[in-house]
Structure formats: structure tokens, C-alpha cells
């Protein structure tokens, strides 16, 4: 971690934050329910977005007292601009297999966790890209 | 900006030259990270003009003495 900047610290914060929670999110709720997604389903899943939010933010102000005055320059702007762009084709696609599911699967449930399974898998990709650019260097 | 094999560089004997100027002494004149300096020193990374002018003009010298480019 020593030779790490805080972007990247901050991304491998991120990745574990949003793999636990939403790991944990998907092993509880997802085979629970099926139909329609109900308010006490909704408030559920805030909770975990509360979790998530609350991982991250204790994980990056914890390295940002050690770091805190660390810039972001060209190269981080021009790593995370490449990984944006694959991960917005993904997103585009994942949204496309969500109007699929909508069209087929009856009730809101699994459109509404398709859409989620693919902004997590696309946050996913695009921050294992970016830690794979800052390992090769660019 | 970006990857470029046809560009070189002239850094690391610079900063020999200079003291030993380390890579985080001459990523703060510059305004960039340490890793930064790194990938450019190890032509993992061509900087934007504005960064290789800068990079000269910490140590003093004309841009085609510290970065190189090979057309093939």
C-alpha cells in the first residue's frame, strides 16, 4: 500500500466496499422475494446503500488523514477517462438485458435487481481497470 | 498523451545530474505524483506537452534534451 496513490488506495477501498455489501445484499434478499419489490424491500435495500456509503467514506477519510495532500494529475484523469468509456458500453448493454427482463419476467423484481446487478458489475470492471492501468503504469 | 514506444527520455540521468534529485522532488516542481514521474521515467506513459515543458524547465533544459522521439 506504500507505493500506492490515494486514488488507488481509494479504489481498492472502493472495490471491497461495493463487493462485501453488496455481496451480502445479494446472498440475503435476492432469493427471498420474487413478484414485486415491496416498500419494506426498498427500505431494505437503502440499508445496504447506507453500509455501502458508510464503508467507503470511513475507508477514504482513514487514508485521506495520511494523504490528504495528494493531487490528481493528467495521468489518473486520462486512466479513469478509458475506464469510464468501457464501462459506459457495459452499462449500455446491461440496460438492454434489464427492457429484456422487464419485456418476460413478470412483477418489478428482477428488472429492478437486473439493473442493479449490472451498476454493480459495471462499477466493478471499471475499477479493476483502472487499478490494472495504474499497475502497468498507464 | 498516453503510451508512445518512439518517445524517450533523458530523466533519470538528469536527476542524477541534479543532485539526485528524487522522483517526489521533481513530481512536486512539476505538479504531479510520484508514480507519475515514474511511468514517464520508464516511457510507460508520454506526458501532455504542458508536463514535458515542465519537466525541462526543472532541470533547466531545452524539451528535445530531455525527451527524445524516434519516427519509425
Not at chain 1, 15 to 42: K, R, S
Not at chain 1, 65 to 89: F, G, H, P, T
Not at chain 2, 35 to 60: C, D, G, M, W
Request: hydrophobic share 50%.
Amino acid at each position: 500500500m506504500k507505493n500506492l496513490t490515494f486514488q488507488e488506495k481509494t479504489l481498492w477501498i472502493s472495490l471491497f466496499a461495493v463487493i462485501f455489501v453488496y455481496g451480502l445484499y445479494y446472498l440475503n434478499v435476492l432469493p427471498a422475494v420474487d413478484g414485486n419489490m415491496e416498500t419494506p424491500h426498498i427500505w431494505q435495500y437503502f440499508k445496504y446503500i447506507g453500509l455501502l456509503i458508510l464503508v467507503i467514506v470511513i475507508g477514504v477519510v482513514a487514508i485521506a488523514i495520511k494523504d490528504r495532500n495528494e493531487l490528481v494529475d493528467e495521468r489518473q484523469k486520462l486512466i479513469e477517462m478509458k475506464a469510464d468509456r468501457v464501462s459506459a458500453y457495459l452499462l449500455h448493454s446491461g440496460i438492454l438485458v434489464a427492457i429484456v427482463v422487464a419485456m418476460f419476467v413478470p412483477g418489478n423484481y428482477w428488472f429492478i435487481h437486473t439493473i442493479t446487478v449490472v451498476g454493480v458489475l459495471t462499477d466493478v470492471v471499471n475499477k479493476i481497470q483502472q487499478l490494472l492501468a495504474y499497475k502497468r503504469g498507464y | 498523451m498516453g503510451k508512445s514506444p518512439n518517445i524517450s527520455n533523458q530523466i533519470r540521468s538528469l536527476r542524477f545530474h541534479h543532485e539526485e534529485m528524487t522522483q517526489q522532488q521533481l513530481a512536486d516542481l512539476v505538479g504531479v505524483t510520484r508514480q507519475t514521474i515514474n511511468a514517464i521515467e520508464h516511457n510507460k506513459y508520454s506526458p501532455s506537452l504542458e508536463v514535458a515543458f515542465k519537466i525541462a524547465v526543472a532541470f533547466n533544459k531545452p524539451l528535445t534534451e530531455v525527451f527524445q522521439y524516434e519516427a519509425h
